[in-house]
């Protein structure tokens, strides 16, 4: 449906300055819009850090994370707590942790 007629989202600058960043999975083959692509930096108290965890924004995130998290200490046969999951979107990311 059109909400609008094209010359007000022109005058708004919809037009010129829309950017809706991707992220391309480089394993599933994906593409993913970068602001409902969540990940954490999965890390014990003492600063090792173990990996990271991702998701696409859908129910009790935070939960769902947490689980994630736990999941890849154990794989990691990590010993010690976790520190807890900061949960950022994709459009957070720097180079570093990308």
């Not at 010129?16 to 999975?25: A, E, H, K, Q, T």
């Not at 154990?74 to 990308?98: C, F, N, R, Y």
Request: aromatic content about 4%; proline content about 2%.
């Amino acid at each position: 449906s059109i909400v609008t007629t094209p010359s007000v989202h022109q005058a708004s600058g919809h037009v010129d300055n829309f950017s809706d960043p991707m992220v391309d999975c480089t394993e599933s083959k994906k593409r993913f819009r970068a602001d409902q692509l969540l990940w954490a930096k999965v890390e014990l108290e003492d600063g090792t850090v173990l990996g990271y965890v991702s998701m696409v924004e859908d129910g009790d995130v935070e939960k769902a994370m947490a689980k994630a998290a736990k999941k890849l200490a154990k794989e990691k046969g990590a010993t010690g707590s976790l520190k807890e999951i900061q949960i950022k979107d994709m459009t957070e990311a720097t180079e570093d942790e990308v």
